[in-house]
């Protein structure tokens, strides 16, 4: 009886961790099942590199370049502020900074890893958006480089504290064996320790911008969602997720535009897959 | 050798600098919503129903809604995340399997939250036929966690050491007498902290609830799984770029009692944490 | 005619690529006390946790040969079942995170005793076998991590006590202890043969000595030679086993 139970048991034991993978497929296919459905009026490569998106006009025109472009302006604008600031801090927290201080700089991390992205988008829309309106005399401050910024901060938690476990488990021994030889600990840092730790911290940065890409509702928030190919950082753009958080609500199930959106799904899982998978491969091989 | 001292000083001073620049901000963020959002916190706020088009009253539902969503999503993530866990620490081998595992679960974290949203719209809303509802929305925010929960429980229970295990195999008990007896009780802070951080995510995310249980207002409490309920998430979403004139009082209250309730339940955690280091017997 | 209870025929061991045990053969009598003996990494341990499938436990084991116990294949036995008959008493004191009581009581509840009587009274007639009752006695429900290295050790011994069986497994049971907690559980051990099959995994060759009805010696993997440990300690057959236990192993 007991064996019997245990075995039950163990069976969902089993089941359970094969959860994880059932639900990624599970994603996957029901992204697919309704996300698909759109190529029977579009073309692939008409929806990836289409100029227009405009989903609900007659005939719809259902070309996603400028979402993606956006995604990517608004990102690479994060990339840029996020990885210099971001491995600079990871850095000072495992080598310079005083134990107690150290203490309490991861915990402010953990603290902005904490804030949900809809207040950090509301706080964004209050302070950053004005702040870059009267900065640039632009006429609207909802712009890529206001996203940029936002998004940089969601970025850091993940690149820090990523960066700051590869730079901690590089062996003592190295860091040791270069101040023996008479570096000062900044060259022990940026000659060993840093080329030591590289994969963890190439990990650490594509993690982050896979967060910077999914981002959703501060980046609605604040990049001012206009749907077209952007011409500078100081200008409303909109991107993938934005398109689909703002127009879900609107579009009707089993229409054009419904469909439409799932395939902006796809295309974001994708692309967060490929980061994911890439980071891992690179975690991967630091522990190797 | 003077050169090389003065351009450590440099580059520490830079790093430094970095780090202000992150930490610096996040306090202002917190103590701008905690200053400009104490007035609006008072009995009323958070005990009655929205007035006014939302531009006066309080955010009742968009509390209990988040508490049912957060609730609904644990219940579901829980039991899961916990035997999921159990079976990477205590069952898997290192093969293939878990290999793909792991990877699934790397990804499952991955995935961008709108991306949950459609799938919760596609999967429990529309196939299912649940509608948007506060089981679609919990469903959807459970799986969202789970790879929380996993991470979180497994090295919880990783870390019991393996020799009590022995131990008790050596004594005759089974391998799930084992895990049941010894390797859960002693993990429990862990899976706790995990699990709790996981409330913590579950209850500040929007683009998951967005398409699946979201109300933009409703005039009562919901009533059953099968209902829409408000959020405090897309609440603050919606008072902050849906409706106009609305006093600015009201959004950054509602953002403080979503950042309180997000934070207070870090704090727990990272109490239990704390407390549970202090205690370690082993 | 003494009892053979544990033999092994042709048992060959590994982890991995790497043999700990080749081509064992060797016989552990009823109501005796086996020690083995033998420098770090020759099998000794390795030979122990073959007796009751500890050896399953690690990913990259591998054997071939037959472990039998009254004649029986060990490997098709209810692996539970067996490690109930022959218990393991571990190189350090390792105390389940539970009061005294429990895990003394803990491998009995485990085979569904329950009963709060039934259950006091196995507790104590182990914890008086081990020679910890008077010690412990007003203190039952203290967390076992309060007693002394010693004391926890003799609590390990009346935990495997407690489950009745019928074989007992000591791996290193005093490499951490100092001499008077050692004196005690080898006093322990002595007693305990009348009821018990003992085999004593040592690095201490003078306690095999002490407490060792027959002697084997273990050398980079394989038996050397087992004999009654008066012979091994006065004239060994092989010149190795004279080699080590005079010292020049380490």
Known sequence: MRKFKEFIIEKLILFSGLASIFFVVLIFLFLLKEGLAVFKTVGFFDFLLGKKWYPISEPARLGILPLILGSLLVTLGAALISIPIGVGCAVYIAEVAPLKIKEILKAGIELLAAIPSVVLGFIGMVTLVPWVKHMFKIPTGLTALSGSIMLAFMAMPTIVSIAEDALYSVPKAYKEGALALGATHWQAIYRVIVPAASPGIMAAVMLGLGRVIGETMAVMMITGNAAVIPRSILEPVRTLTATIAAEMGEAVVGSEHYFALFAVGIVLFVISFAINVGADLFLHKENK | MRNSKQRQKIAFFLLFLATLLIVIPVGLIVVIIIQKGLPAINWQFLSDMPRKGMRAGGIFPAIVGTLYLVTGAIIFALPIGLFAAIYLSEYAKENFLTRVIKLAIVNLAGVPSVVYGLFGLALFVVFFKFGASILSGSLTLGIMILPIIITASREALESVPQSFREVSLSLGASKWQTIKNIVLPNAIPGILTGTILGLGRAAGETAPILFTVAAFYLPRLPASVFDQAMALPYHLYVISTQVPNVDEKIRYGTALVLLAMVLFMNLIAIIIRYQFRKKKKW | ?250
Not at chain 3, 149 to 168: M, S
Not at chain 3, 209 to 223: H, Q
Not at chain 3, 232 to 243: K, L, Q, V
């Open chain 3, 1 to 250: 005619m003494v009892k053979v209870k544990i033999e092994t025929h042709d048992l060959n061991v590994w982890f991995g690529s790497v043999q700990a045990i080749s081509r064992l053969n060797l016989e552990v009598y009823e109501n005796e006390i086996l020690s083995v003996i033998g420098p770090a990494n020759s099998g000794k341990t390795t030979f122990l946790r073959a007796l009751n499938r500890m050896n399953d436990l690690n990913p990259n084991y591998k054997m071939s040969g037959l472990v039998e116990m009254d004649r029986k294949d060990v490997s098709g036995l209810d692996v539970e079942l067996l490690r109930r008959r022959v218990g393991m008493v571990f190189a350090l004191p390792l105390p389940l995170p539970l009061s005294i009581f429990d895990n003394v009581a803990y491998g009995v509840r485990m085979h569904g005793m329950r009963g709060g009587q039934k259950l006091s009274r196995v507790v104590k007639e182990s914890l008086k076998q081990a020679y910890l009752w008077d010690e412990v006695k007003g203190r039952l429900d203290e967390s076992a991590f309060k007693l002394s290295g010693g004391q926890q050790q003799r609590l390990c011994i009346a935990r495997t006590l407690a489950v009745e069986p019928e074989v007992i497994l000591f791996d290193e049971p005093c490499s951490g202890l100092d001499p008077i907690s050692t004196s005690k559980v080898e006093d322990a051990m002595v007693k305990l043969k009348e009821k018990y099959t003992i085999v004593l995994v040592t690095n201490n060759v003078k306690q095999a000595a002490r407490v060792g009805d027959r002697t084997a010696f273990f050398l980079s993997s394989e038996l050397i030679e087992v004999d009654k440990t008066e012979k091994i300690f006065t004239a060994p057959d092989d010149s190795r086993t004279d080699g080590y236990i005079r010292g020049k192993f380490g």
